[in-house]
């Protein structure tokens, strides 16, 4: 049986099913030093797609091949990463015929490998793109989260040379698809919360400014909060003007300063 062999040998000599990655250490240390990167990225909040970037990297290193990553939040909405060009031509191609290794991987979560491409009849739109791309061998390593947000990813691996992928190099990128999804979720999670903070703020402030301006309402006009809102609702309505923007209008109008900005609020200090 042929093993993929390692990018740079000469002759394109087979690698070493007991070998560990390009670098000096071994698999476990890879781990953790990928493993500890990817918890400074959590503990910054960095964005979904900024941890993505760095799961290809780490992928691409362990396995010696190029990598790409699809990964579906909630159950819809795919995303992806790539470590390089090439690979992220493949995953475009999928993507856009809807069908391939890594979705097939993703959506019934079982490893999926391809010793040559050229023999593949299964998905020919992504066939043709990975030939095109220079690549033989592939292999799609899927994982799943379904604890506070539905994660279904997939790592992708690209190789030029056909053959077997070593064993102890897919079972070390499926194990970091399985870290991958648990940080992806906790990224999730993290980043919608920071949405809807950003929401309730915005939504705090415009209620200011709104209350602000039924005060004014109310005393020119000499009326209750009831009567001021349908004032003011009228007078968004006939200008075409959102009642926040008209609200603000008055209010400056009226103080000659601007109205509260949701850009004032403060975070809590953290102890």
């Known amino acids: 049986m042929s093993t993929v062999a390692q990018p740079g040998t000469p002759d394109g000599a087979a690698r070493d099913a007991t070998a560990g990655p390009a670098s000096d250490?071994?698999?476990?240390?890879?781990?953790?030093?990928?493993?500890?990167?990817?918890?400074?990225?959590?503990?910054?909040?960095?964005p979904v797609d900024d941890l993505l970037d760095v799961i290809v990297t780490h992928a691409a290193r362990r396995s010696g091949a190029s990598a790409a990553i699809t990964v579906r939040v909630g159950g819809t909405g795919a995303v992806a990463a790539s470590s390089d060009a090439l690979a992220e031509a493949c995953d475009r191609a999928e993507q856009a015929a809807g069908e391939g290794p890594c979705l097939d991987a993703s959506r019934e979560q079982r490893r999926i490998t391809v010793r040559d491409v050229h023999d593949e009849q299964r998905w020919p739109a992504w066939r043709e793109a990975t030939v095109a791309a220079g690549f033989c061998a592939t292999a799609a390593l899927p994982a799943a989260r379904r604890d506070g947000v539905r994660i279904d990813l997939a790592i992708d691996l690209y190789h030029p040379e056909p053959g077997?992928?070593?064993?102890d190099v897919l079972d070390d990128v499926a194990r970091f698809a399985d870290d991958a999804a648990r940080a992806v979720a906790v990224a999730a999670q993290a980043q919608e919360q920071r949405r809807t903070n950003e929401d309730l703020r915005s939504a705090i402030a415009s209620r200011t400014v709104i209350d602000q301006a039924l005060g004014v309402v109310m005393a020119q006009n000499r009326c209750g909060p009831e009567?001021?809102?349908?004032?003011?609702?009228?007078?968004?309505?006939?200008r075409n003007q959102k009642m926040r923007d008209?609200?603000?209008?008055?209010?400056?109008?009226?103080?000659?300063?601007?109205?509260?900005?949701?850009?004032?609020?403060?975070?809590?200090?953290?102890?």
């Not at 077997?164 to 064993?167: K, Q, R, V």
């Not at 001021?228 to 006939?238: E, G, H, K, M, N």
């Open 227 to 238: 009567e001021a809102f349908d004032i003011l609702r009228r007078a968004s309505q006939t």
């Open 246 to 271: 008209l609200a603000a209008a008055i209010v400056a109008s009226v103080s000659g300063q601007e109205p509260h900005s949701p850009h004032e609020f403060r975070e809590r200090p953290r102890r």
């Open 25 to 46: 250490a071994g698999p476990a240390a890879w781990r953790v030093g990928a493993l500890d990167e990817i918890h400074e990225l959590l503990v910054s909040a960095v």
């Open 164 to 167: 077997d992928w070593p064993e």
